[in-house]
C-alpha cells in the first residue's frame, strides 16, 4: 500500500520569506501522481500544484514550485514571498493512475508571520 | 457554476441513530469519494465509487453506508455502529480526460457532532 509521509507538523515563516514544506512517499508504482493541496481555516480542499510523475520538470505555478526527486519518492513544495493568505494546512497527497483515491499525508500547519 | 454540493453544513446526531451526509456534483465525474478528516489527522478514505451502481470500501468503512443510483449522487450514512462518529467529512469527485487523472475536486464538507 502506498503511504504518504509529511515530517513537519508545524511550520512558520515571515512574511515574503520563501518556505518549503517537505512530503516522501512509498510506493512501487512507475506512473502516478502526486498534488499539494491548501486547507485554510474555511477548511475548504484547494489544490494547489500537481506533478505527473512520468515527467521530469518541476511544476510551476505562479510563487508555488516543487521539487519532485522520483528516485528518492520526495515531493517537497516550495512557497516563493510568502503572503498572510498562505496560512493554511498543507497536504502532500499521492495518487495511482486509474482514478483511484488520494492517499493524503497527515499535513503540515503553515503560518506566515507579519 | 459547477461544483461539488455538501449538505448539510452542520449535523448532529443523538445516539442510535442514522444520519444521511448528501454530496452531489454537477461536473459529470464518475468517480465520487467520501474522506473523514479528524484534527491533527489527514483525510482517511470511507468509501469510493468510480462508476454508477458501484463503490467499494476504504480504509475506515466500518459503520458507513454508500449508494450510487445516480452519477450526480454519493450519500453516505453514518449509521449507529460509527461509535466515534464526530468529525469533518469531505466529498470529492474526480474525471479522467484523455487518459489522464484530473485532480480531485472538494466539497465544503460537513461536520458531524454527537448531542
Known amino acids: 500500500a502506498q503511504t504518504v509521509t509529511q515530517s513537519q507538523p508545524e511550520m512558520s515563516v515571515q512574511e515574503a520569506e520563501t518556505v518549503t514544506l517537505s512530503c516522501t512517499y512509498d510506493t512501487s508504482e512507475s506512473n502516478y501522481y502526486l498534488f499539494w493541496y491548501k486547507q485554510p481555516p474555511s477548511r475548504q480542499m484547494i489544490l494547489v500544484i500537481r506533478?505527473?510523475?512520468?515527467?521530469?520538470q518541476n511544476a510551476t505555478e505562479n510563487r508555488f514550485s516543487v521539487n519532485f526527486q522520483k528516485a528518492a519518492k520526495s515531493f517537497s513544495l516550495k512557497i516563493s514571498d510568502s503572503q498572510l493568505g498562505d496560512t493554511a494546512m498543507y497536504f502532500c497527497a499521492f495518487m495511482n493512475s486509474g482514478n483511484t483515491p488520494l492517499v493524503f499525508g497527515k499535513g503540515t500547519r503553515l503560518s506566515v508571520i507579519a | 457554476d459547477g461544483g461539488i454540493t455538501q449538505s448539510p453544513k452542520y449535523l448532529f446526531r443523538k445516539e442510535g441513530q442514522n444520519v444521511t451526509l448528501s454530496c452531489e456534483q454537477n461536473l459529470n465525474h464518475d468517480a465520487m469519494y467520501w474522506y473523514r478528516q479528524d484534527p491533527g489527522q489527514g483525510l482517511r478514505l470511507i468509501y469510493y465509487?468510480?462508476?454508477?451502481?458501484?463503490?467499494q470500501k476504504g480504509d475506515i468503512a466500518e459503520g458507513y453506508s454508500v449508494s450510487r443510483e445516480k452519477k450526480e449522487s454519493f450519500p453516505l450514512t453514518v449509521t449507529s455502529a460509527q461509535k466515534n462518529p464526530t468529525a469533518f467529512y469531505l466529498c470529492?469527485?474526480?474525471?479522467?480526460?484523455?487518459?489522464?487523472?484530473?485532480?480531485?475536486?472538494f466539497g465544503d464538507g460537513t461536520r458531524l457532532s454527537i448531542l
Open positions: 470529492a469527485s474526480s474525471a479522467r480526460d484523455r487518459g489522464h487523472n484530473q485532480p480531485q475536486h
Open positions: 465509487s468510480q462508476i454508477v451502481n458501484d463503490f
Open positions: 506533478q505527473e510523475a512520468y515527467k521530469q
